[in-house]
């Protein structure tokens, strides 16, 4: 199923189950959502030149290690996709891909990075604005969407959230918040 997530979603409503999806890591190599079946999994889409998405990199950074063996962070760069004012040189991947490869380092990110080469996965969550971050539950749920860094408690709160079922439908319900 192919969906677009319309702000002002609200709890309650049914469950989406995400399609699964493909993309390559910083070394080449597909990586499938649907290997993190069994892990709530929080998918951060991101780029390298926004400011809002390194900054909170040390959070999610911190979460994965907290959580690493019940959650899975994924970050998906969305760097090949170009700016509305020209900023991002998408005339060369093997460029694109060592800055992200850089920033992954100098960051020490812990958590896989995926290369949104064509925007087919940001595209799906509406991920042009950054950070968008989307928890998906153990059962491949959505259960949030939000744009926006957060703090490591806000994070760890949502997580909580997503390892329970919803109240109202017993299952996972979609909560989109800006």
């Known amino acids: 199923m192919h969906f677009d997530l319309p702000p002002g ?4 409503q049914p469950a989406l ?9 910083l ?14 999994v ?3 889409f991101w780029t390298t030149w926004c400011t809002a998405c390194v900054s909170e990199m040390p959070e999610l950074i911190a979460l ?8 899975a962070v994924i970050g998906v760069s969305l760097d090949f996709v170009p700016t509305d004012d020209g900023d991002t040189d998408t005339s060369s991947p093997e460029k694109v ?6 920033t ?24 042009g604005e950054l950070p968008t971050t989307v928890i998906v539950d153990a059962n ?7 744009i926006g860094a957060r703090e490591l408690s806000v994070f760890e709160a949502m997580i909580a959230e997503a390892n329970k079922p919803s109240a109202r439908t017993g299952t996972a319900g979609l909560v989109t918040v800006k």
């Open 9 to 12: 979603t609200v709890t309650g």
């Open 17 to 25: 189950t995400v399609e699964d999806f493909s993309l390559r890591d």
């Open 27 to 40: 070394d080449g190599r597909p990586v499938r959502l649907s290997d993190f079946r069994g892990k709530v």
């Open 42 to 44: 929080l998918i951060n």
């Open 64 to 71: 994965q290690k907290k959580h690493e063996n019940d959650l």
């Open 97 to 102: 891909r060592a800055n992200i490869i850089r």
């Open 104 to 127: 992954a380092k100098a960051h020490g990110i812990n958590y896989p990075v995926l290369l949104d080469e064509h925007f087919e996965v940001g595209g799906r969550f509406n991920g």
């Open 140 to 146: 491949g749920h959505i259960r949030r969407r939000f």
